[in-house]
């Protein structure tokens, strides 16, 4: 049994039971940790991020809804929501999309997402400073599990864009989103890179060019 309280160390995969998961997750003192869950083993991450993740994230998430202002594609998103299916696993992923005809399944409430009763989101995304091989390793089988329909992982050292289709409990590299009709991976790290150099009002009148046309 592990001695969570004192030993349990954040970005490391620990093997343990579900219910050990559940009372280091719910702990007061580990309100701003990031938790997940699979195949018996947990791993907790610092909800405290930096400067580039921080910059990152919004910028990805207003990119995805201004494709779906400029196409009209129904787009519901969450940041930082919880998502755990009893027993079995929990994640927690940056940011999470309902899109097209699933767009009014996204979640509601104060709780977590209970995915024996609700519905898996269709988009998920990681934003990785630190955690980039993680995120494109465990957790990349771990939302093959899950059921979502395509997984990016953004790799803000770099300003790369991993894209992943996931079909029948698998995944594979693909350059431009499934979900997101006319998104192209190019355009979102091409996003990133004029972060560097522009503001987001910027960025986003550019993206929005791109989008129109």
Do not use: H
Not at 128 to 147: C, F, I, P
């Amino acid at each position: 049994m592990i001695q969570f309280q004192e030993k349990l160390l954040t970005n490391t995969w620990e093997k343990t039971d579900w219910d050990t998961f559940i009372k280091m997750i719910e702990s007061p003192d580990r309100e701003n940790t990031k938790g997940y869950y699979y195949n018996g083993y947990m791993r907790t991450e610092d909800l405290f991020i930096g400067a580039d993740v921080a910059r990152s994230k919004p910028l990805i998430y207003f990119a995805i809804l201004l494709l779906g202002i400029a196409k009209e594609i129904p787009i519901t998103g969450l940041s930082n929501c919880s998502y755990r299916k009893v027993g079995v696993r929990e994640c927690q992923p940056d940011i999470s999309f309902y899109i097209g005809d699933r767009s009014n399944l996204a979640p509601t409430g104060k709780s977590l997402v209970n995915l024996d009763e609700q519905a898996t989101p269709d988009l998920v995304i990681e934003i990785s400073n630190t955690t980039l091989e993680d995120d494109l390793g465990a957790k990349r089988l771990l939302y093959e599990e899950m059921g979502v329909s395509e997984y990016l992982v953004v790799d803000v050292q770099n300003t790369l864009v991993y894209a992943f289709e996931m079909i029948d409990r698998g995944s594979k590299r693909i350059d431009t989103s499934l979900v997101l009709p006319g998104l192209s991976i190019d355009t979102i790290t091409t996003a990133l890179t004029l972060s560097k150099e522009q503001d987001q009002s910027q960025v986003g009148k550019w993206l929005m060019s791109q989008f129109q046309g």
